[in-house]
């Protein structure tokens, strides 16, 4: 079934290339097409282009259909062209010529649009919720750490003491931030496109601003033509935050990675977390990690694909978007999976208390010593140079203990400072407010 059909049949070959990956993908798309219904007959009723008797009804079907996309057992049809499609036959089926009302005042672009933000919304609520679970183990392993030291590197070069009270918690923080940056996508994802129609708007007396509050968008798309032009830009802006997450949890499985062979040995994952060789008996391999870095630089591609896609595209509507589709949607399930299992990881992550043992990382204190003298009245210059001559005398003996006190440093972590910008950050995303409206629309 086609909703364009006019009765010449299409090539067959011609169907398989455009329809793609549709009816895979829009599975994923149709809890959010039949609220999308929902909200638009209930605006459709309330102008008088659906009869105050027939909107229960409508609204009765939708809601069997939305229970069964809930519960993973709506199907899209062999020969049904998408998941708008199948709706509307499915709604035709069982209501007969009411069910053919629900397609007034829109079109197939602003119901993709539409469920597309239905669908990152939700799915950037999963990203938070999981980040945030992350950032928690995070910022309670520095609590655990904060007096174990471990060597800080620049150049990979052994450089200054630092400690798994910082390293833990930096990693806490940078996933902090790259919330706030997703905050600001889903601003841009949250704005109802619904009544652009096919980027033109309509003749209907349509009453946006009340699909908009149905929906618990926090603001509409006003420009008509510009909701059409956010298709692919959004996608594009809301994969550049997840990918920003992806990039911090890349270079934190790097670091375990790193820190987990036998040359640094600087902690331990558990043995059910490794796998091992199938010809050296002694390997526990930290695969899981080196996954995680895989697949989170493959995820960094993502904007890239999108915007070489999108970006010689004038304004309005072309097929080319469905392409973004295919690389966008399963980004989030991949970002979750990732996230989540380097979460369970690093619970049961074991830390080496005792590393600075080793004489090798002796010159890590060198500035300390540096720092101690110019506490004594000695000028910085002139105490730097009085102890390298002792390193290239070697006659440097450390004292190994630190004394940082001041914000974020080895004794003062700021953990709860960071805990606190993690809860502002996603208070501001006031996710309550979408779940009340979408609970009253489908109760």
């Given at each position: 079934m086609k909703l364009w059909e006019k009765g010449t049949a299409v090539n067959k070959a011609i169907e398989k290339f455009t329809v793609g990956k549709d009816r895979e993908l829009d599975i994923y798309l149709a809890p959010y097409d039949i609220l999308g219904s929902m909200a638009h007959v209930t605006m459709l009723e309330s102008v008088g282009l659906i009869k105050e008797d027939e909107l229960p009804v409508l609204l009765g079907a939708l809601k069997k259909l939305y229970q069964q996309a809930a519960e993973g057992n709506f199907e899209i049809e062999e020969g049904v062209e998408d998941v708008h499609s199948q709706v509307e036959f499915l709604l035709t089926k069982e209501l007969g010529d009411l069910g053919k009302k629900i397609h007034s005042g829109r079109s197939r672009n602003d119901q993709v649009l539409l469920d597309l933000k239905l669908f990152i919304r939700e799915g950037i609520r999963e990203i938070v919720n999981t980040t945030s679970e992350l950032i928690d183990t995070l910022l309670k392993k520095s609590e655990q750490h904060k007096d174990a030291l471990m060597p800080g590197y620049t150049h990979l070069q052994v450089a200054m003491p630092s400690s798994f009270g910082l390293w833990f918690g930096a990693y806490a923080e940078s996933l902090t931030d790259d919330l706030e940056l997703l905050l600001s996508a889903y601003k841009i994802a949250n704005q109802n496109p619904l009544g652009s129609a096919a980027g033109y708007g309509s003749s209907f007396?349509?009453?946006?601003?009340?699909t908009t509050e149905l929906l618990g968008f926090s603001n509409m798309n006003y420009n008509v033509v510009y909701a059409q032009m956010g298709r692919g830009k959004v996608e594009k802006i809301v994969s550049f935050a997840l990918a920003n997450i992806a990039s911090t949890l890349s270079k934190l499985a790097f670091d375990v990675c790193l820190f987990t062979s036998q040359n640094f040995n600087f902690v331990t994952l558990q043995p059910e977390f490794t796998t091992g060789s199938s010809i050296m008996p002694h390997k526990k391999n930290p695969d899981v990690f080196e996954l995680i870095r895989g697949k989170c630089n493959k995820i960094q591609g993502v904007p890239q694909q999108i915007a070489l896609i999108i970006n010689n595209l004038p304004s309005g509507y072309f097929r080319d978007l469905q392409t973004v589709k295919e690389i966008f949607i399963p980004l989030f399930a991949e970002l979750h999976d990732c996230l989540s299992i380097a979460n369970l990881a690093l619970e049961k992550l074991q830390v080496n208390e005792n590393i600075l043992d080793d004489p090798k990382y002796d010159y890590l204190?060198?500035?300390?010593?540096?720092?101690?003298?110019?506490?004594?009245?000695?000028?910085?210059?002139?105490?730097?140079?009085?102890?390298?001559?002792?390193?290239?005398a070697g006659e440097f003996k450390p004292e190994k203990k630190v004394q940082h006190v001041h914000?974020?440093?080895?004794?003062?972590?700021?953990?709860?400072?960071i805990n606190t910008k993690k809860t502002k950050v996603i208070q501001n995303f006031q996710f309550e407010k979408i779940s009340i409206a979408l609970k009253k629309l489908i109760d």
């Open positions: 007396p349509l009453n946006r601003q009340m204190f060198s500035v300390e010593e540096v720092n101690k003298l110019v506490l004594e009245g000695i000028p910085f210059r002139e105490a730097y140079r009085q102890v390298a001559e002792k390193i290239e914000e974020g440093s080895i004794g003062n972590l700021c953990t709860d400072k």
